[in-house]
């Protein structure tokens, strides 16, 4: 009796990016590492919890709460919509960095979960917190990634997107936040 294993072979990448264009970019931050850009949104409340956020010409990106929060459930919540943003941005990370690499990549999944507390109830009534003790307390990810490299190389692509990820970094790090009334 024999035994044998398949090698399964890829036939499909994903969708590869410019990797001439990435370079381009990258030899643009090399060349001025405090250039900024900046994101806007404008947020409209419907009524209730439900908000519609436009982001340029795209349709609105459309946020509610769970009924036992007193909301609709007619779209994700609002720390649902923050996971959304994280594991989009570290999508991209891994595949610039697998792309830099010349890794090509067959599957990339990326699964989140967010430990979330609201005691305060929006500082509604609720109990007295302070803003550490609110908000994710813990998130994690995990990430499904195939391509035309070892799990150990993969691993390092992930880690490396993990790293530099202006997402991963602004859950991760303190910054610097206003807010006011608008004129």
């Avoid at 909301?71 to 994700?76: L, S």
């Avoid at 990810?141 to 691993?155: F, H, T, W």
Wanted: hydrophobic letters at 40%; one cysteine or more.
């Amino acid at each position: 009796m024999s035994t044998q294993t398949s090698v399964e072979t890829v036939s499909a990448y994903l969708r590869p990016i410019d990797r001439d264009g990435l370079l381009g970019f990258a030899e643009k931050g090399r060349a001025n590492p405090q250039a900024r850009g900046t994101n806007k949104v404008h947020t409209v409340c419907e009524g209730q919890y439900r908000t519609l956020s436009y982001v340029g010409d795209h349709e609105p990106v459309v946020v509610d709460e769970p009924p036992h929060l007193f909301g609709q459930d007619t779209a994700p919540a609002p720390g649902e919509i923050v996971l959304s943003a994280l594991g989009g941005c570290l999508a991209v990370g891994i595949t610039a960095v697998a792309t830099w690499k010349q890794v090509k990549l067959s599957r990339l999944e990326l699964f989140l979960e967010g430990d979330i507390g609201n005691s305060a109830a929006w500082g509604a009534g609720g109990a007295q917190r302070i803003p550490s003790q609110m908000g994710f307390q813990e998130v994690r990810v995990k990430v499904r990634v195939e391509g035309d490299a070892s799990r150990e190389e993969l691993d390092q692509i992930v880690q490396h997107a993990n790293y530099f990820s202006p997402v991963a970094n602004t859950i991760r790090n303190p910054i610097n936040f206003s807010i006011s009334l608008a004129d």
